[in-house]
Each structure stands twice: as structure tokens, then as C-alpha cells.
């Protein structure tokens, strides 16, 4: 019996770091090789392209499944513990309201990369230059405080990783659009979390 748990247990972890090196690579190849090559060629990107990011994320949301105590596509309930839901879910409906937020005030075409414009500087985007991926952060954050495991801390570095790819890939357009005003820009406002001295 135990050597069954424990031969399961390897199975697990050896599917859950195969499954999140695909889900890595996969972000490379969208965000640094497609989406960087539309956005050299085109200047913003195609409704493909935007199509691609967004099936980056939803694989990295089922990807939750790997730890959520609940079979695809079912939702977990909430835990117990009064207070462990609160909090969990809290940070999670927070991080929604600021992702929205912040994508409905830039636009949504300009958050999908399919408009330039002028360089929004106004709202949340004043104290970060990525609002709604920290948005976003606070939500799978939530998701991973509601059902903590290792697998959940291992999200939200798969999180991180495909995130910052995107950044780079939009930070690169960016100034090759916008140049010194962005360059000032980026003096000016840090890349994802508020400085303290303002």
C-alpha cells in the first residue's frame, strides 16, 4: 500500500513538472517568438496572436487543477476555515476588480495588443506600468492561499515566468514605439509593484 502512494505520489510530480515545462515553453514560443515577430512586422498584433496570449493563460488556469481539490472542470468549494476563505478570496476578488479595471481604462484593444495609440500614463497606470498582470498576480495568488500546496507555489512561478516574458516582448514594442517618451516613462513608474518613496 504504501509503496502504491508512494509510486503515485512520483507520477504526480513527475506529470506536474513535465506539464508546467510545456506550459514555460509554450509562453516562450508565444510571447517571445510569435508575438514579438507581430509585433516587429506589424506593430500590434492580429486577433491570432491576441488568441494565442490568451490560450497561454487559459492553460495556465486549468493548470490549477493539478492542485484545486476538485475534478476538471468542477469548481472547489471554499475551505472551512472561515477566516482561510476570507482572505483567500478576498485577495482573489481584489485582483479582479484591479485587472478589470485596469484593462477597461486603457481600452481593451490596446490591452490586447491589437491598438497603439498615445502612451496611457493615467489611473492605476501612473504607480505601475503593469497594473493588470499585478491585478492578475493577486488573483492566482488568491487561487493559491484558498488551496495551498506545493503545486500551487509552483503556479505561481509558472505565473511569473510567462508573465515577464509578455512584459519584456510589450516593453520592446513599446519603446521601439514610443522611444524617449517611454524610456521617461519607465524612469518614472516601476515595471510592477509600486515604489514606497512614491
Not at 51 to 61: I, P, Y
Not at 86 to 106: R, Y
Amino acid at each position: 500500500m504504501l509503496q502504491n502512494d508512494g509510486e503515485d505520489f512520483l507520477m504526480k510530480i513527475a506529470s506536474y513538472l513535465i506539464l508546467s515545462s510545456l506550459m514555460v515553453l509554450f509562453a516562450y514560443l508565444v510571447f517571445r517568438v510569435a508575438v514579438r515577430r507581430e509585433y516587429e512586422r506589424r506593430d500590434r498584433l492580429s486577433a491570432f496572436s491576441t488568441s494565442l496570449e490568451c490560450l497561454v493563460f487559459a492553460l495556465h488556469a486549468n493548470l490549477s487543477y493539478t492542485f484545486l481539490p476538485a475534478r476538471w472542470p468542477a469548481l472547489p468549494s471554499l475551505p472551512d476555515n472561515e477566516f482561510h476563505s476570507a482572505v483567500g478570496f478576498g485577495i482573489l476578488a481584489i485582483g479582479t476588480v484591479a485587472t478589470l479595471w485596469s484593462m477597461i481604462s486603457l481600452g481593451l484593444r490596446k490591452a490586447l495588443g491589437q491598438q497603439t495609440g498615445s502612451l496611457y500614463r493615467s489611473g492605476f497606470y501612473r504607480y505601475s506600468r503593469n497594473p493588470q498582470i499585478v491585478g492578475y498576480s493577486l488573483v492566482v495568488i488568491g487561487c493559491a492561499l484558498l488551496w495551498p500546496s506545493i503545486y500551487g507555489l509552483g503556479w505561481i512561478l509558472i505565473y511569473g515566468a510567462m508573465v515577464h516574458m509578455m512584459v519584456r516582448t510589450e516593453e520592446e514594442h513599446l519603446e521601439r514605439i514610443f522611444g524617449s517618451e517611454y524610456e521617461h516613462y519607465c524612469e518614472e513608474v516601476p515595471r510592477y509593484l509600486p515604489s514606497p518613496r512614491g
